[in-house]
């Protein structure tokens, strides 16, 4: 994985050094909460309810085992001993103090992490598959790539306050994990008709309160000319965004109202003038790069494990585990694992100290000492060997690592919510863990196959409701809490967004209304027919008249 | 006289530029989405022709006017151009083409200053880096308005060089934040080359 130089170093330092100050100045009086709010977000500092929360950035989703180790020891030193893992591959603590935060990036910058730009109006961490570098179906490695772009992003002093938030994924797969349709900048890498490396262009993604997909600006840019063309991109924006309604600033905004056309007219027209300009990247730069992600010291290993084959065929929890969280590798006799952070009942996503202090060593002992985050909130193990499989399991379901969900209901995609968010209209955490314990029944869940359920606490969408196969977004009426329930988000290549079944419903009715939905895909569903091929092919219709049935409740609550 | 928080070529600087603003118009308070308006649209027109012609240009020294003033009498002000003694002011939500299309060669002017109403307002970077690029303006180029410290390495790397700190500032420590970073990361205005250009960085 990517390492810092005396220069990446210098840059977390001399952050350090500015936000210290900043922090100083803002507790001095200096600084005006209005002053100190894009300062501090910029930094991933939040005032929530109970407390500040600090978002943590990792880069593409990439972690090293010493970093890992050292998010355990600031979450317990600076935390109540756990953090929480989000849908962007970064990492929250949800009580740290104000006056602490400086140090706690002291820390960070002492493992080459920070806590740049996790927050405001520029341009987010950049996100790409969790099996980068891995997948069998991957046409180029996205990682030096989102490396190059990082580093372009980070500080870029014309984009450092923009009219809202920007988010940029890349992806280098025949299936796209990376959901490059939900975001402002996708870029998506194939090859070309030359076998020359080659990326097409999504623009005006995005979830939130207007959710779109993206729409593709250009088929066919040069890979060199990434960085200039998303800096067309982003200062058409820049200039042209709308500022005067924080609802209507993202890119997709504009990209509507002007129609792909002109605003690829515009980008176009800008683009000419810095097309080839220093930012072009070269050849020798890419592989210098590059060279930080070459594939891991493997072992020349048979494709087959005669001790995994066995456990796979007596063990039946440890086959029920390897169906759901093993996943395909490159390289003969690996696999890539997925430890479930979706532990029934728990909120999904959080790990605490001693959990990543173990996955640390996991993937020091088993992984070549590297962690991936997955926008799933989950972490993986990218490089375990089939013979070493059922150590590394019973190590992790001794720590509650291993719940064998990952694609099923319960692997539910959840923001923080209103326990702990200040923006959010409702709690999102009680609701899943209430629709966890409901479906708490490994043989059904399995029966159910692979489903999304995504739950976001309000209309920000961080918990990506409207890609769910069900989605469940929490909204205010009249001061209490509701929850709104759409089907028919989809992620992937496919993409496209739930629709809203109808009239919202109280926290304590959800988990019956999941169950509803899920009685009428079971009726209604082909042999090998996903949840959300279902809703596809019979439409909304049928799920939401038995939802909504007057006799519905009744049947569940005699059930 | 009171001390100058000019800041011009990294150092504090005196004043020579009087400023020049349009008389006081009405200005309605616009409401979105149940919030006060903060930020003007770019393209939006906020004054009148009353305001430009009733705008007190004073007949000596030189004079900072803004651009919808100049647009409107540049005919009047040729003399005075020729004379270096007028600079051109605009807004962040001005359109810069309508200067650069009245003006082509923009350096006959000794000074352009981009007003920013509220610091977070970044089209100010745009403004700048547009000014330097495309349109290859050479001589000061002064943010003004609501400019405070924690801005001005960005403002530095988009091509300002010249900064008049917020009146309840102090400009001496905001000179310290021009130097907030030693080595950037991308090319920029400031220096056009990324680190990887400039520096042989090696690798693993």
């Known amino acids: ?559 | 006289m009171p001390k100058s928080n000019l800041i011009r070529n990294d150092a504090i600087a005196t004043d020579e530029w009087a400023l020049v603003t349009l008389p006081a118009g009405e200005e309605a308070v616009r409401k979105q989405a149940g919030k006060v308006v903060l930020f003007k649209l770019t393209g939006e027109v906020t004054h009148t022709q009353e305001q430009i012609d009733a705008t007190n240009i004073p007949a000596t020294g030189k004079v900072l006017i803004p651009l919808a003033v100049w647009l409107a009498r540049k005919e009047q002000l040729a003399d005075r151009l020729a004379k270096g003694e007028i600079g051109i002011w605009l807004a962040t939500h001005e359109v810069l083409e309508s200067l650069t299309e009245a003006l082509p060669d923009l350096n006959t002017l000794p000074l352009i200053a981009v007003f920013v109403e509220r610091f977070a307002d970044g089209r100010i970077f745009s403004i700048g880096n547009l000014l330097r690029t495309r349109y290859e303006y050479k001589n000061e180029l002064r943010a003004f308005g609501d400019v405070l410290r924690d801005q001005l390495f960005f403002l530095k790397r988009c091509g300002y060089d010249s900064y008049l700190i917020r009146a309840d500032r102090s400009a001496e420590e905001a000179l310290a934040s021009l130097k907030d970073f030693s080595q950037p990361y991308q090319g920029a205005v400031d220096i056009n080359q990324p680190v990887w250009r400039r520096v042989n960085r090696g690798a693993p």
């Not at chain 1, 790990?351 to 020091?364: R, S």
């Open chain 1, 1 to 559: 994985m990517y390492k810092y130089d005396e220069i990446d170093q210098a840059i977390v330092n001399e952050r350090v050094a500015q936000y210290r100050d900043q922090v100083r100045r803002y507790l001095a009086g200096e600084l005006s909460d209005d002053e100190f709010r894009p300062l501090r977000l910029q930094n991933g500092l939040y005032i929530q309810r109970h407390a500040p929360m600090l978002r943590i950035a990792v880069p593409y989703g990439t972690l090293a085992s010493y970093q890992l180790r050292k998010l355990g020891d600031i979450a317990k030193h600076y935390d109540k001993g756990y953090g929480h893992f989000t849908t962007r591959t970064n990492m929250q603590l949800n009580w740290p103090k104000l006056e602490e935060t400086p140090d706690i990036l002291a820390e960070l910058a002492s493992v080459q992490m920070h806590a740049i730009q996790t927050s405001g109006n520029c341009i987010r961490n950049i996100t790409t598959d969790q099996f980068a570098g891995i997948a069998p179906d991957e046409v180029i490695d996205p990682r030096a790539i989102a490396e190059i772009i990082r580093q372009w992003s980070t500080f870029h002093p014309e984009f450092a306050l923009l009219p809202r938030k920007f988010k940029i994924a890349v992806s280098g797969s025949k299936h796209d994990r990376a959901v490059v349709q939900v975001h402002d900048i996708g870029l998506e890498f194939y090859l070309d008709s030359h076998n020359k490396v080659a990326v097409k262009v999504w623009v005006g993604g995005g979830l939130g309160r207007t959710p779109i997909l993206g729409q593709v600006i250009r088929e066919h840019l040069e890979w060199q000319h990434i960085l200039t063309y998303c800096e067309s991109i982003v200062r058409v924006y820049n200039m042209h965004g709308r500022r005067d309604n924080s609802f209507k600033a993202r890119i997709k905004i504009l990209v509507k109202a002007l129609g792909v056309e002109e605003f690829r007219k515009q980008v176009e027209a800008d683009w000419a003038n810095i097309k080839d300009s220093p930012n072009t990247i070269t050849e020798a730069e890419l592989t210098r790069v590059s060279q930080y992600f070459t594939a891991m010291p493997y072992e020349t290993l048979p494709a087959h494990d005669a001790s995994y084959d066995k456990a796979l065929a007596t063990n039946p929890a440890f086959a029920a585990w390897a169906k759901r969280c093993v996943h395909p590798h490159k390289k003969a006799g690996y696999r890539a694992i997925t430890l479930s952070l979706k532990p029934h009942g728990k909120p999904p996503g959080d790990a605490t100290t001693e959990q990543m202090h173990l996955i640390a060593d996991l993937a020091d002992h088993y992984s070549f000492g590297e962690i991936r985050v997955t926008h799933e909130q989950n972490l993986v193990l990218t490089d375990v060997k089939l013979s070493e499989m059922f150590s590394v399991w019973e190590i992790a379901r001794a720590n509650g690592l291993a719940t064998p969900n990952i694609g099923l209901l319960t692997d539910i995609i959840c923001c923080p919510g209103g326990d702990f968010c200040s923006l959010a209209n409702a709690k999102s955490i009680p609701i899943a863990e209430a629709i966890q314990m409901q479906f708490d029944n490994l043989d059904y869940l399995h029966e159910i196959g692979d489903i999304e359920l995504n739950i976001s606490g309000c209309m920000n969408a961080c918990g990506h409701h409207h890609v769910g196969h069900i989605g469940i977004l929490g909204v205010d009426k009249d001061g209490s809490e509701w929850y709104q329930v759409s089907i028919g988000g989809k992620q992937g290549n496919d993409a496209s967004l739930g629709t809203v079944i109808g009239p919202s419903f109280a926290a304590e009715e959800m988990p019956g209304v999941v169950q509803r939905l899920i009685e009428v895909y079971i009726a209604r569903r082909t042999p090998e027919e996903l949840f959300i091929d279902t809703v596809r092919r019979i439409g909304v219709e049928p799920f939401k008249s038995h939802v909504y049935a007057k006799d519905a409740a009744q049947e569940v609550s005699h059930a």
